[in-house]
């Protein structure tokens, strides 16, 4: 079984779009979003019926919370774009279509679990909203003890926008140290970060998915190109989104 995972789309058609073509040219069996459909991004509602059309189900992110129900904690820039979300779907003329879409963020899902995978969006103790950062595994031992704990062996989650492999050791992996691939270790849990199609922040501007086989056992990274001038003009175009918000797709951070 080969699952195609995405993650942190954040309303960014052009990025999500490439990422599903690639999706497609290289074969998965099916795909899953790890949440943050919504939030920054302009197209917030193509995100979403395209998450419809081709995941097999999606987890729920601080930032489909924070348009759905209440933005919490966010940043002045982050309120505003959650707002302004929320008004893109209030927007629809068609009331099926509408409700069909309330429907599908109001259903979805905290923590979904399959085989040997929990799915959270930000870490296994807080679902929605903390999160699990590379220097964490140096920083904070504790926390990370902690989080090992709520894992029986391994985890998927999003949310920071950074990709790679955290081990029990605890470590951190880059999929760059990992040449892009990461074999599970009998043994040894692991909590993926397939890293974000629609907003990276490892200072590489270029989408980011991962590819799971459970039978070869094993995670693969992808990196692709796309057309973020175009998702930053749309950005700065639309005055309730700030043009950081934009600028920042360039640079990948
Ligand atoms: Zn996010």
Known sequence: MRTAIVSDIHGNLEAFQVVLEDIKQRGADRILCLGDILGYGPNPVECVDLVVEHCEWSLMGNHDFGALYEP?????????????????????????????????????RVRVTFDDFLCVHGSPRRPINEYVFPEDAINSPVKMQQIFDRVQKYCLLGHTHVPGVFTDEPDFYPPDDLEGVYKFNNGEKAIINPGSVGQPRDMDPRASYAI??????????????????????????????????????????
């Open 72 to 108: 919490t904690n966010f940043n002045a820039a982050a309120e505003a774009s959650a707002y302004w979300t929320r008004a893109q779907f209030e927007a629809e003329s068609d009331s099926k279509i509408a409700a069909s879409r309330w429907e599908f963020l109001g259903r979805l």
């Open 212 to 253: 799971l086989d459970e039978d070869a056992m094993q995670v693969e990274f992808f990196r692709l190109e796309y057309d973020f001038q175009t998702t930053m003009l749309k950005i700065h175009d639309i005055p309730e989104l700030s043009d950081w918000l934009g600028d920042r797709l360039l640079e990948g951070r």
